[in-house]
T-cell receptor, first 112, second 115 residues
Framework: RKEVEQDPGPFNVPEGATVAFNCTYSNSASQSFFWYRQDCRKEPKLLMSVYSSGNEDGRFTAQLNRASQYISLLIRDSKLSDSATYLCVVNPGPGGYNKLIFGAGTRLAVHP | GAGVSQTPSNKVTEKGKYVELRCDPISGHTALYWYRQSLGQGPEFLIYFQGTGAADDSGLPNDRFFAVRPEGSVSTLKIQRTERGDSAVYLC?????????????FGPGTRLTVL
């Protein structure tokens, strides 16, 4: 079983749609959680950190459920520029504080 | 300011050859990381440096892979006797310090192709 699992997609949605991605992680000791965005043939960039209480940044909302070991990302009012791969990322905590474990990513394509 | 830079951007080599990939971190960042990203996958951790020392090399796949950071800034990832399976994008990242609270900033990567 992979440490971080995501639905690969692609998710094809029209502009203005709301889309949600989920991710599960296997290590219950994991400490920190993130969503990164990666455009085609570019480097990953931090989109947002994910906190237990849930957090929002504009059109983006991230939530963490530690009991179920899953993380979600909600994008409201999708824009063409949101088209990218979204990577679910976990810091594994003890024994691995300084590494990031990435899921394989979920591809989003927003069309006019 | 300048971000993380990596050279070369592309490297094509033949099976069995030796390659070196270079990373220039953001100035002042003490932590440096190497990851490898294969097609259709997320980046996979290789090694972490804090200053000049490799604090965690648990992700290096085998002893053909080695990395150095002699002056605590620039790092070089070295791959001996390359194999076709080594073909991937090699990403370098840096952060102000180690630990999960410091954002890792990634470079554009070096695309390695082993023929």
């Amino acid at each position: 079983r992979k440490e971080v699992e995501q639905d690969p997609g692609p998710f094809n949605v029209p502009e203005g749609a709301t889309v949600a991605f989920n991710c599960t992680y296997s290590n219950s000791a994991s400490q920190s959680f993130f969503w990164y965005r990666q455009d085609c043939r570019k480097e990953p960039k931090l989109l947002m950190s994910v906190y237990s209480s849930g957090n929002e940044d504009g059109r983006f909302t991230a939530q963490l459920n530690r009991a179920s070991q899953y993380i979600s990302l909600l994008i409201r009012d999708s824009k063409l520029s949101d088209s990218a791969t979204y990577l679910c990322v976990v810091n594994p905590g003890p024994g691995g504080y300084n590494k990031l474990i990435f899921g394989a990513g979920t591809r989003l394509a927003v069309h006019p | 300011g300048a971000g993380v830079s990596q050279t070369p951007s592309n490297k094509v080599t033949e099976k069995g050859k030796y390659v070196e990939l270079r990373c220039d971190p953001i100035s002042g960042h003490t932590a440096l990381y190497w990851y490898r990203q294969s097609l259709g996958q997320g980046p996979e951790f290789l090694i972490y440096f804090q200053g000049t020392g490799a604090a965690d090399d648990s992700g290096l796949p085998n002893d053909r892979f080695f990395a150095v950071r002699p002056e605590g800034s620039v790092s070089t990832l070295k791959i001996q006797r390359t194999e076709r399976g080594d073909s991937a994008v090699y990403l370098c990242a840096s952060s102000l310090g180690g630990g999960s609270r410091n954002e890792q900033f990634f470079g554009p990567g070096t695309r390695l192709t082993v023929l």
